[in-house]
C-alpha cells in the first residue's frame, strides 16, 4: 500500500515550484497624502489614523505611552491646547488633524476624545436633501 506523501510529492513540487504572482494594481488608484506630522507626535498620528471607529478616546496616561514623553502641563489644563483658534499652526496637533479629528479633552476624567470629521470628499458627492 501506498501512503499519502507518496502520492502528493508531484503536487508538493509543482505547488513551490509555481510561480508567486505579484499583487494586482487597483483600477481606480487611491492616492493618498501624508500629511507633515512631526517625528515627536507620529506615532499618535498612526494610532488615530488606523483606527476604524469614529470616536476614539484616550487617558492622558495612554497618549502618553503612545508618544514616549509626557504631555506638556498646559495639555493637562488648557481646552484651548486641544481647540483653541490657533491649534492648526501648532506642532502637536497635526497628529490629529492629520488623522482627521477633532480633539475634546475631559480634564476631569484626564481622557481626551478624538473625533472623524466628516469626509468632505465623500459629504460633496452626495445628493442634496430636500
Request: glycine share 4%; proline share 9%; net charge neutral.
Amino acid at each position: 500500500m501506498t501512503d499519502w506523501t507518496t502520492l502528493l510529492e508531484p503536487v508538493r513540487t509543482w505547488w513551490r515550484r509555481a510561480p508567486v504572482s505579484e499583487r494586482p494594481t487597483a483600477v481606480f488608484p487611491i492616492e493618498r497624502s501624508t500629511p507633515r506630522v512631526p517625528a515627536e507626535y507620529a506615532s499618535l498620528y498612526t494610532y488615530l489614523e488606523r483606527r476604524y471607529a469614529s470616536i476614539v478616546v484616550l487617558t492622558f496616561e495612554q497618549m502618553e505611552a503612545l508618544l514616549g514623553f509626557a504631555l506638556p502641563a498646559p495639555a493637562r489644563t488648557e481646552r484651548d491646547w486641544w481647540t483653541g483658534a490657533d491649534v492648526p499652526t501648532h506642532r502637536h496637533s497635526a497628529a490629529w488633524m492629520g488623522a482627521g479629528r477633532t480633539a475634546i479633552p475631559n480634564f476631569s476624567a484626564r481622557t481626551v476624545t478624538f473625533e472623524r470629521l466628516p469626509d468632505l470628499h465623500y459629504a460633496a458627492n452626495q445628493p442634496a436633501e430636500r
